[in-house]
């Protein structure tokens, strides 16, 4: 995830290895001009491709590869996508911890290697995805990637969903978003007391809760098939107990 502020000049430079086999470039949805800069700084094989954007709107914006070569969609659905955060003049308020979690599909077949898949293009044209996952392969955010935090500790998530195709019903299981920056916007409208938010394909929000009791909160896509076919993370909360808000029952 980038980082910037509005009314910061960003230069952005993409060395594409002379190794590779295709052009590659970025499209960043935080920039007012043609393409989001794709066609400036399309960079083939071995050559660098560089352009200069003032960023002028605050907001969470997802940038992904548009390259031409062979086409842009496989290009995002091989895994070339992020987010650039563009904060307002004074910075986001301090929450105590933030996370960027980016949610995509993959559409694969077998291919000679039997550990690799391919990309499927019969699948992407059908919207059938095989994995729907949290930044970049299922599992990413279980054992060692759980995402912590304590409680009374106020947690702000960057979410983004790049699709390729699906929107996100992103959800918390046991959590209430206090805030929903809808759309990804900063001085937009936010939203209270959210369960679920609607997250389009190449959208992104910004969610900000506080967490209350101790436990393990589970992100997923609520479009709910698609836990199964990796879209789950868990958000681990440490801390003390409290009766008065969540209590448990011994067993009959
Ligand atoms: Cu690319």
């Keep these: 995830m980038v980082r910037v502020r509005v009314g910061d000049t960003v230069e952005v430079r993409l060395e594409n290895p002379k190794e590779n086999k295709f052009a590659h470039n970025m499209d960043l949805h935080a920039v007012n001009g043609p393409g989001g800069g794709a066609g400036a700084n399309l960079a083939f094989p071995g050559a660098t491709g560089v352009f200069t954007f003032k960023a002028l709107a605050p907001g969470l914006f997802m940038y992904h590869c548009a390259s031409p070569v062979p086409n842009p969609h496989i290009h995002l659905a091989n895994g070339m996508y992020g987010m650039i955060l563009v904060e307002p003049e004074h910075g986001l308020p301090k929450v105590d911890r933030e ?139 440490g801390g003390n107990d409290d009766p008065s808000i969540f209590q448990a029952h011994p067993a009959p």
């Design 99 to 237: 996370y960027a979690v980016i949610e995509s599909e993959f559409f694969t077949k077998p291919s000679e290697d039997k550990d690799v898949l391919e990309f499927s293009m019969e699948k992407g044209l059908a919207e059938h995805s095989d994995y729907v996952v949290f930044n970049g392969h299922t599992g990413s955010l279980l054992g060692k990637g759980e995402l912590k935090a304590s409680v009374g500790e106020t947690v702000r998530l960057y979410f983004g969903n790049i699709g390729p195709n699906s929107a996100s019903s992103f959800h918390i299981i046991g959590e209430i978003f206090d805030n929903v920056h809808t759309e990804g916007t900063i001085g937009g409208t936010v939203n209270h007391h959210v369960q679920s938010t609607l997250v389009p394909a190449a959208g992104a929000t910004i969610v900000e809760f506080k967490v209350d009791v101790p436990g393990a909160y589970v992100l997923v896509d609520h479009s709910f098939f698609r836990v199964a076919k990796g879209a789950l993370g868990i958000l681990k909360v």
